[in-house]
Structures are given as C-alpha cells and as structure tokens.
Nanobody, 123 residues
C-alpha cells in the first residue's frame, strides 16, 4: 500500500509558475511509475504527465508539453510537477498517482491516488 499526499497548489496569475509536490509513504516510490492527472469542474480526469521508475522516461499531455516538468527523487520518496507559463485552462484539482506496471497514460493504469491539490489560474 502506498499513501500519497499532494501539496503546493494555490492561486496564481496567468503566466505564473507553481510547483506541486507529491510525498509518498508506505512503500519505496522507486518501485512505481508516477503520474500527475487533473480534473476541472464538470470535466473528466485527464492525464498531465508521467515518469518511469528511475525518472529517465517521461511523458506529457500535448496541452502541457514545454510548460510542465515532472521530476522525482526516489531517495526522498517525492515526485514534483513544475508548472510554468500557467494558463486559465490549467485550473483544476491536480492528483498524483502510482502505478505498479508500465508507465500508464490513462488513469485506469494507476493503483494509488492522492487526495488532490487545487490549482487556480486567474488574474
């Protein structure tokens, strides 16, 4: 069992930056692929970014490519999402998740989820 807790959300102006962090406990994070997802009100949860177990392989949704960076520190059991050049459409609750197999790009492939942290991009 893995427990995940996100932090770092908040209110930011368009064009600004935020860094989300996901802290894991219960199991070594290096055993899992990690993903970030987001869900806006009235919309389905969508993939944002994913990282393989070592952090050497990463994937991004087209909507965030070039603006967001996923990184992990397995020694500290954390996974971060650096978000730059934020837009109003990035407003959502952001969730980190852990997957036992592969590097899923769909929420169906993830077994453990955090409770989410809200990101609001508004002037």
């Amino acid at each position: 069992q893995v427990q995940l807790v996100e932090s770092g959300g908040g209110l930011v102006q368009p064009g600004g930056s935020l860094r989300l962090s996901c802290a894991a406990s219960g199991r070594t994070l290096g055993n899992y692929a990690m993903g970030w997802f987001r869900q806006a009100p009235g919309k389905e949860r969508e993939f944002v970014a994913a990282s393989g177990r070592s952090g050497g392989t990463t994937y991004y949704a087209d909507s965030v490519k070039g603006r967001f960076i996923i990184s992990r520190d397995n020694a500290k059991n954390t996974v971060d999402l650096q978000m730059n050049s934020l837009k109003s459409e990035d407003t959502a609750a952001y969730y980190c998740a852990a997957a036992r197999l592969g590097i899923p790009l769909s929420s169906n492939g993830y077994h453990y989820w955090g409770q989410g942290t809200q990101v609001t991009v508004s002037s």
